[in-house]
C-alpha cells in the first residue's frame, strides 16, 4: 500500500486515470472532518457500514457477520450487526461485502489486511422473506 501511494503521490497527472481503470478503487465523499459519504447519500460509520452488492442485498438492510478472522482482534471472531450502506464495482455476488474501517493509519491498516471468508446473514422483515419465497414459486 505505501508503493503504491508514493507513486499516485509523484504522479498526479496519472493517478486519476489509472484509479479510474481499477474497479476495486474506492471513491468517497468528504463531508466535512469524519464524514464520508457512500452510495446512500448518508455518512459511513466506522466498523458498522458495509458495502455489497444490491443486485443481492437490499439497501439499507441489516446484515449479521460471522467471520473467522477479525482484524481488530488477533486470533478473534468478527460477529457484528453491520448495515448495507454503500456498493462497489469488484464487490459481486449474493455473499460478498466490504467493511468501512473508518478513517486514518489504524482504518488502513485493517482494510488492507481484511480477506476473510464467513457468513452473512441479511436481515429482513418477515413479510418481505414470505413474498420473496412466493414470488420464486
Same mark, same amino acid.
Given at each position: 500500500?505505501?508503493?503504491?501511494? &508514493?507513486?499516485?503521490?509523484? *504522479? ?7 484509479? *479510474?481503470? *481499477? ?15 457512500? *452510495?446512500?447519500?448518508?455518512?459511513l460509520t466506522a466498523e458498522r457500514s458495509l458495502a455489497v452488492?444490491?443486485?443481492h442485498v437490499p439497501r439499507g438492510a441489516p446484515v449479521w $457477520? ?11 471472531? $468478527? ?20 467493511v468501512f474501517w473508518g478513517f486514518g493509519d489504524a482504518a488502513?491498516? $485493517?482494510?488492507?489486511?481484511?480477506? &476473510? ?5 441479511? $436481515? ?14
Amino acid at each position: 500500500m505505501d508503493v503504491i501511494r &508514493a507513486w499516485l503521490a509523484a *504522479n498526479p497527472g496519472r493517478a486519476q486515470a489509472l484509479m *479510474n481503470e *481499477n474497479p476495486s478503487y474506492v471513491f468517497f465523499e468528504r463531508r466535512g472532518p469524519d464524514a464520508i459519504v457512500g *452510495n446512500l447519500d448518508v455518512p459511513l460509520t466506522a466498523e458498522r457500514s458495509l458495502a455489497v452488492d444490491w443486485a443481492h442485498v437490499p439497501r439499507g438492510a441489516p446484515v449479521w $457477520l460471522d467471520i473467522a478472522d477479525d482484524p481488530t482482534v488477533p486470533g478473534g471472531t $468478527l460477529r457484528r450487526l453491520m448495515v448495507a450502506q454503500d456498493t462497489g464495482g469488484a464487490i459481486r455476488g449474493a455473499v460478498a461485502g466490504d467493511v468501512f474501517w473508518g478513517f486514518g493509519d489504524a482504518a488502513a491498516v $485493517l482494510a488492507s489486511g481484511m480477506r &476473510a471468508r464467513g457468513q452473512f446473514t441479511v $436481515l429482513v422483515p418477515a413479510m418481505v422473506a414470505a413474498a420473496e419465497v412466493s414470488s420464486a414459486q
